[in-house]
């Protein structure tokens, strides 16, 4: 009795698979990629299949000496078997530790040494990749995960171990730990509970309720990201077969939906914009999305018009969702076919029913609007724990208990949130880079990408990047930003160079450094 009230007031990654199973046990997952651990399943799944994969695996993670308590740093190629391992590791009692596959090696050393010994789940191509890095120094025991490794235990000589039965933390303890985009240096380690995780549950499953009917949801998110955690933990609740995608290359994503036909898709705001090209695209790969959906940054207007205008249902909308990892979703709203062609990129939404709280505080004693943008801050039960190992850094953030994310802007009469900028990014005598980027976007289809970043003497100077690399028309840019005589002249880049985050946000400040060290 006191096992069940504790698990509604938490979610535990563990019997996430498990509790599905015992709803419905036929619901489908399928992929676009093969997975690592488990070879020889194809790429069709259902949700019992998944829960006996999860349940065997983590009595082979407890065989390899991973026990109730101990952190497991898992870093390997991208593959949802990243989500399956650390929800086996979660199963077992362990503390899951998400490092992305595109971290390098020096910020993979940094992050092994704060976490004081883990266990380190790996695979050959990553380990190659930590060749100068101590890690059996670092780490309690480093498992492979396919393979044997010299020094290293194997999960495939573990098959058939003998099965553990789930371990449930307090609500309140260690449950996930996941890190920081890292856009401003070094990444921090955001500790997830139970309470918090499933906190963060009640916004999306009030937008899950307003659906009229099943969907087949896609999900392209990073399988590192707290977000993935939480989007599977939906659709598994609430018995929604699922895409789980891997690729992000344009023509294989058309083919993939063509294919399987999503009723709903969640995704990077990035990867959004990357699959514009699509909505051009004679196969009509967004005609059966009736949502789109992302829980990330806010996203340009012109990304959500065309994705909109895309789809062939009655009435889609894109349901925009602003939060951070160490909040989750703090506010959203909708947009409809309508209400693209007149909207506020800035604009990022309002509180959700069962989400934060969010204010917005001065920075100089008056008050906040969009000429003096204040601190953006929220305050609810979803935000993360701590920052492991970085206690005080954490609590700096924490001001009467409400946390500051570290973005400035503003609230309208109506309590909409408007996002200006990141406060590190701010660069004198610009407004708004964000609001700069919204519009020479909406007006230049040919640009890919578009950012302003501070230059060597603090000048706005804009980085572009076209499609397929084609060199940028500079009348028409001319044109266009003739409204903003404080930018310089554009710098083009190929897409490729620029320097981007695991879940594809550019790196504003290494940016930055990268041209100062070309001036």
């Known amino acids: 009795m006191i096992q069940n009230s504790i698990q509604k007031r938490g979610l535990y990654l563990g019997i996430v698979p498990e509790a599905a199973a015992a709803r419905n046990s036929s619901t489908l997952l399928t992929l676009d990629h093969d997975l690592d651990i488990l070879p020889g399943e194809g790429r069709r799944l259902t949700v019992a299949e998944l829960a006996c994969h999860v349940d065997d695996l983590a009595g082979r993670l407890s065989a390899a000496g991973v026990r109730t308590g101990e952190r497991i740093a898992i870093h390997k190629a991208a593959n949802f078997d990243v989500w399956v391992l650390a929800t086996a590791a979660a199963r077992c ?24 010994q883990p266990h380190l789940l790996s695979d050959g191509y990553k380990l190659d990749a930590l060749a100068d890095v101590p890690v059996m120094d670092l780490t309690k025991r480093v498992i492979s995960v396919t393979g044997s490794r010299p020094g290293a235990a194997s999960l495939t000589e573990l098959a058939g171990s003998p099965r553990v039965q789930p371990v449930f933390q307090g609500l309140d303890e260690p449950a996930m730990i996941t890190h920081t985009s890292g856009t ?37 998110v990073s399988f590192v990201h707290s977000r993935m955690f939480a989007a599977m933990a939906l659709c598994l609740s609430k018995e929604l077969p699922v895409l789980l995608m891997n690729e992000s290359d344009s023509d294989e994503v058309a083919k993939f939906f063509v294919k399987n036909r999503p009723g709903l898709i969640e995704a990077l705001p990035n990867s959004f914009m990357a699959w514009e090209e699509l909505t051009d695209d004679p196969r009509k790969p967004f005609a059966s999305v009736k949502y789109f959906s992302s829980t990330f940054d806010a996203i340009h207007p012109r990304t959500i018009r065309r994705l909109v205008e895309s789809s062939e249902r009655r009435a889609p909308l894109f349901f925009q969702i602003y939060g951070q990892s160490e909040v989750g979703p703090a506010v959203g709203r909708p947009y409809f076919r309508r209400s693209t062609r007149r909207m506020d990129g800035r604009c990022v939404g309002y509180p959700l029913p069962g989400s934060a709280r969010v204010r917005v505080v001065s920075q100089n004693g008056k008050r906040p609007s969009e000429k003096n943008p204040g601190f953006i801050e929220a305050r609810w039960d979803g935000i993360a724990k701590t920052y492991f190992g970085e206690q005080e850094r954490f609590d700096a953030n924490l001001h009467a208990n409400w946390w500051r994310t570290g973005d400035l802007g503003y609230r309208t009469r109506l309590g909409c949130v408007h996002m200006l900028d990141r406060e590190a990014d701010k660069i004198p005598g610009v407004r708004s880079n964000l609001g700069i980027e919204d519009l020479v976007l909406s007006r230049l289809g040919e640009l890919s990408e578009f950012v302003v970043v501070q230059g060597p003497k603090s000048e706005p100077i804009p980085v572009i990047c076209t499609s397929k690399d084609q060199p940028l028309d500079l009348n028409r840019w001319r044109a266009v930003v003739a409204e903003f005589p404080q930018l310089a002249d554009p710098i083009q880049i190929p897409l490729a160079d620029l320097p981007r985050t695991a879940t594809l946000k550019t790196r504003r400040i290494e940016l930055s450094r990268l041209l100062q060290e070309r001036a």
């Open 184 to 220: 401003t240096g070094l990444p921090k380690l955001v500790v997830h509970t139970p309470r918090t995780m499933r906190a963060r549950l009640r916004p999306q499953l009030f937008l899950l309720s307003l659906m009229r009917k099943r969907e087949t949801v896609a999900i392209h």
């Open 93 to 116: 009692g362990a503390i899951p530790v998400m490092l992305s596959p595109a971290l390098d090696s020096a910020t993979v050393d940094a992050l092994l040494r704060r976490l004081d």
